[in-house]
């Protein structure tokens, strides 16, 4: 009976100690755990800071369609402007270049700029384009004496109709010397069948 409280014992005694064994191992792994993310966090802090653009920089620009959903992607030279640059002076500058768009841009369909990664290596700008709307409609409005069309704005001459402003009604003629818009192709047709009638 002794024999089979020592065997007993000696059981409860190497689970006791094997489960210290574990949790002993467990707290040491989970340390290490602990450790081991601080030190990637500083790591990645001290790594943040040192991201900055400099003139060795590769700087690829991608160019989106948003229309056809075709992108280029080309490599230029890195602007000087953009020398010396951390991430978030670079996205704010791209804020700021997108708000203050030149017009020769905005009229070749220039939506957005992304910056879509950054390193000290490299950094990926993406400009977004879609093709520019073109006002619908038409402007009428007298000219050497007859019907004339022009584009909406009326800067642009499209054709002459050869409709004579004495076979139009005197109200039609008021509002042709100012001129007036015609929303669409269909109403152009209809008005220039009734002046000719």
């Known amino acids: 009976m002794k024999r089979r409280y ?19 191992s467990y707290r040491y ?22 991201q900055k653009i400099t003139g060795d920089t ?17 490599q230029q030279g ?7 640059m951390e991430r978030k002076e670079l996205e704010s500058y791209l804020k700021k270049c997108v708000q203050a768009m030149a017009a020769d841009e905005q009229e070749a369909g220039l939506s957005d700029m992304r910056l879509i990664s950054f390193s000290s290596e490299e950094i990926i700008l993406r400009k977004y ?12 409005r007298i000219l050497d004496g007859e019907v004339a069309i022009y584009d909406r704005s009326g800067n642009k001459l499209y054709e002459k109709t050869g409709i ?5 009604p005197e109200e039609e ?10 929303e669409n192709e ?10 000719s009638s």
Request: proline share 2%.
């Open 6 to 24: 020592i065997v007993i014992s000696s059981f409860f005694i190497a689970s006791f100690l094997l489960s210290f064994l574990c949790y002993g």
């Open 29 to 50: 792994s989970e340390q290490l755990a602990q450790e081991k993310k601080e030190k990637n966090r500083i790591e990645q802090t001290v790594t943040k800071k040192e």
């Open 58 to 74: 590769k700087y690829i620009l991608e160019i989106y369609n948003e229309d056809s959903g075709e992108l280029t992607r080309e």
């Open 78 to 84: 890195i602007p000087s402007e953009y020398i010396g």
């Open 129 to 140: 384009y879609r093709e520019p709307e073109q006002e619908k409609g038409f402007f009428l």
């Open 164 to 168: 004579s402003v004495k076979n139009i």
């Open 173 to 182: 003629v008021k509002k042709l010397k100012k001129g007036y818009i015609v």
């Open 186 to 195: 269909k109403d152009l047709y209809s008005i220039l069948e009734n002046f």
